[in-house]
């Protein structure tokens, strides 16, 4: 490592250079590694750059407020710095900002929901897109999943509701014990 920032003790002032690779591990426990493409001293948020499968790249925002080690692993080569020009020209920083709060809204839900609920949402959001609105599960924008999260509180389209049904009689949704 070529320096490791006190977390705790970091200025207000606190910047980090485009084009770093950094290693930072958050107050979970999570790891991200890779090179910094964007930073926001105004929310602390950063932007990681981080290599995914072939040649392809995962970008992840990670708010500083919520890391404990912050290392800088390599400084800034040229052709880093030359390959994170122009990344805030093809990001949509509020849409991936907007994006992020709400991943971490409905990760609050999730954390509070039902039991019951939360294993009927897991099952359906394997197979088709959905979303917490309030208690309820809402499917494709078109079915709702009231509690207590059974076969019979659902409401929608019947087609949409057929296939959710089939979804969650699976075994893998059905509470231990239960047949």
Known sequence: HLMTINMAARQSSFSVPIGVEVRLVTYLGEIHHGEVAAYDTTTKLIVIKCPSAGKNYDFRIVNLNYVSEFDIVREASDSSRSSTEGVNDHVDMDAALQRARGNI??????????????????????????????EDIVVLGEARIKPPYTADCIEGPQQTVDHIKKIMSRPATTAKGKS
């Open 105 to 134: 809204a409905e990760k609050t839900f999730v954390a509070n929901a039902a039991p019951e609920g939360r294993r009927v949402y897991d099952a359906v959001r394997k197979t088709l897109d959905c979303c917490w609105s309030g």
